[in-house]
């Protein structure tokens, strides 16, 4: 295999981990939430924080390198518009992920507290979990145009 069809399976592997896993720790941490049941919610918070540690975020941090690399050795121009809006798409995706991490270590804090104390999930809970689900439309959103820039590389 090539230095290009390594860096482009590499690529892939990295958007699809980063896709994947947040759309699949999206959903199940969602359907926990809407149970209401705090101890339901704190385990699949508990999850969701170890997903987004051991693979989103490796595959995050991996993912510009290896697109830049696979430009350069593809012979595409960095300033190239579908490469720049790609970029841009990808920073708006982890400028709403970044907060969402935090949101989802709040929130896995307020259910363990409540499911150890047999109490309901409070209002402040119900605050975070508005604001992790609103920041991941414009997150889902952004990869799933940013993959599609990357697909057709439109001129």
Not at 10 to 38: D, E, M, P, S, Y
Not at 82 to 102: D, E, N, R, T
């Amino acid at each position: 295999m090539g230095l290009y069809l390594a860096l482009k399976w590499l690529h892939v592997l990295g958007a699809t981990v980063i896709f994947g896993t947040g759309l699949g720790t999206a959903f199940h941490f969602w359907l926990a939430h809407r149970t209401g049941n705090a101890a339901l919610v704190a385990a699949a918070a508990r999850s969701t924080v170890v997903a987004d540690f051991v693979f989103t975020l490796p595959a995050a941090v991996l993912q510009p390198i290896t697109g830049w690399a696979l430009a350069r050795v593809a012979g595409y121009p960095l300033d190239a518009p579908w490469i720049l809006a790609s970029f841009a798409l990808y920073l708006l995706a982890g400028a709403c992920w970044v907060p969402v991490v935090f949101l989802q270590l709040r929130m896995r804090d307020l259910a363990d507290r409540c499911a150890a104390g047999g109490i309901p999930l409070g209002p402040e809970y119900r605050k975070l979990a508005r604001a992790w689900f609103a920041l991941g439309w414009p997150a889902f959103a952004a990869l799933v145009i940013a993959i599609g820039l990357m697909v057709a590389r439109p001129a």
